[in-house]
């Protein structure tokens, strides 16, 4: 903190009109800014340290006039919000043609963090929640040098100079042992030899280019995979099979890897009621409850597209937001099913806090979601790519050269030992585990789209050689059961 106050002060004029965004108690801003937060307590405590205080919500449109402000100031704001590139293009839009914009980000592929995904370990050693041993991490995005360039570039800015920030000392527990350690490397200027892999945190100059290519503010959303609350289904394509966790073919449908692997350890539940959350166009739902031998069926989403095949029986309708409280009664269902939608939330504990609400005492829970310590997640992060599925913005897959150039949505995932964790919180107990390979679903991406091309041949041949590794696959799906009590 005091590093980033010090160049932050060095390097914008007090005399400035200057816009801090997520300003929280201004301890890294300078005197008569206007700090905008959506916060009322910290911003009472920004207002003492000299700040103008605004309450408002910096993931909304912002409340002030166009090209009115000097600098505007992102301090640690990027990761913590679902779509980055909106707060950019705010900033954009209230910055004078000869304004900065002066950013600061964590550097998620920093040497520890790769360290810890290849030991399956969830910390990042960024975020001071995981530090501290909490299973959900505060950060929504973890970006990269390369990645964050990418973004900011992206959104209409030009770089002008980079300052880097290298710790020289931890005070949570357990991280206290590596303070010598960062203290000789930061008098040695080792972290300046491999910025991108040793560099704790990141602050860009930025200036706005005069022709911006980046989609305005008001077209936030439009062409997403996923809608602003990171669920599945509002933006599909009647004909588009992506995501959906199945092709049609002849003689039914070609289910995915992870599909076949949630139906094998799908329990028996003759005349039950199941619940299917995020379920799209309602297919799986049908096939869920078929399995199951339930007697009632329930589908939940934001919107439901015409299905790519017929369901053998179409489950009951539900339009509702996850992000919020389930619009069920208590203990009405004896199970739930939710593949593909956790990472998706911006708050995972509610949508479990919820589940174990709607079942019954004993019921069972079926989900499915990425893996974050996966084996192609902790190779990618060794090379020094962007992996699969772990994302730095909503709208474009930055720093994945072999991408399919359209984002997941995906804002949390989990290693194997936090998502046993975060269900044990919540009192739930797992009972069966499996893996599910990546190549079926990459495939149904991949065919949905486009032609194939002459490095699909080669992809193909990886992934058909990465599949019959029996460890780390890319894809948890986990039967667990509600505890009595």
Not at 45 to 69: I, K, T
Not at 405 to 425: I, K, N, Q, V
């Amino acid at each position: 903190m005091l590093w980033k106050r010090r160049v932050v002060r060095r390097l914008v004029p007090a005399e400035a009109r200057i816009l801090d965004v997520g300003c929280g108690e201004g301890e890294s801003s300078v005197p008569g800014a206007i700090g905008l937060d959506a916060a009322l307590g910290p911003l009472k405590e920004a207002g003492r340290r000299g700040l103008r205080p605004v309450q408002a919500d910096a993931e909304a449109p912002w409340p002030l006039r166009d090209a009115s402000f000097d600098w505007v100031l992102l301090l640690d704001v990027l990761e913590h919000v679902p779509d980055p590139l909106s707060l950019l293009q705010e900033a954009r839009r209230v910055l004078r043609p000869s304004g900065k914009l002066l950013v600061t980000v964590p550097n998620g592929a920093h040497m520890a963090n790769r360290i810890l995904a290849l030991l399956g370990r969830t910390a990042d050693f960024t975020d001071a929640h995981h530090r501290r041993g909490l299973p959900f991490s505060e950060h929504l995005h973890r970006f990269s040098l390369s990645s964050a360039g990418d973004l900011l570039r992206l959104a209409g800015f030009e770089v002008l100079e980079r300052h880097d920030f290298f710790p020289s000392s931890f005070t949570e527990r357990g991280w206290r042992l590596l303070s010598p350690l960062a203290r000789l490397a930061a008098r040695s200027g080792l972290p300046q030899l491999a910025p991108s892999l040793l560099v704790y945190e990141f602050m860009f100059v930025c200036a706005p280019r005069p022709r911006v290519n980046a989609p305005r503010p008001r077209d936030r959303g439009k062409g997403l995979p996923y809608p602003a609350t990171g669920q599945k289904g509002a933006n599909w394509a009647s004909s588009d099979p992506r995501y959906r966790g199945y092709l049609p073919g002849r003689g039914g449908a070609k289910l995915d890897h992870r599909v076949r692997q949630a139906l094998r350890l799908l329990p028996p539940s003759p005349g039950g009621r199941l619940l299917d959350l995020g379920a799209g166009d309602t297919f799986l739902t049908a096939l869920l409850a078929e399995k199951a031998g339930a007697r009632i069926s329930v589908a939940l989403d934001l919107a439901f597209p015409s299905p790519l095949a017929r369901p053998a029986r179409p489950a009951a309708r539900v339009r509702a937001d996850l992000a919020r409280t389930l619009p069920f009664r208590d203990g009405c269902f004896e199970m739930v099913t939710a593949l593909e939608v956790l990472e998706h939330l911006v708050d995972p504990d509610l949508l479990l806090a919820e589940v174990r609400r709607v079942l019954v005492p004993g019921g069972k829970f079926l989900l499915s979601t990425p893996r974050l310590d996966s084996l192609l997640v902790v190779m990618a992060l060794i090379l020094g790519f962007q992996p699969p599925g772990v994302e730095a913005s909503p709208q474009r897959p930055y720093g994945n050269p072999l991408g399919e150039g359209r984002p997941s949505g995906h804002l949390h995932l989990f290693t194997r030992r936090a998502l046993r964790e975060a269900l044990e919180e919540h009192g739930f107990r797992v009972r069966a585990e499996a893996q599910a390979g990546l190549s079926s679903s990459w495939r149904q991406a991949r065919r949905s789209s486009r032609a194939a091309r002459p490095r699909d041949f080669l992809l193909e041949a990886f992934f058909l050689l990465y599949d019959l590794i029996p460890f780390r696959k890319d894809v948890m799906v986990v039967l667990a059961e509600k505890e009595w009590g």
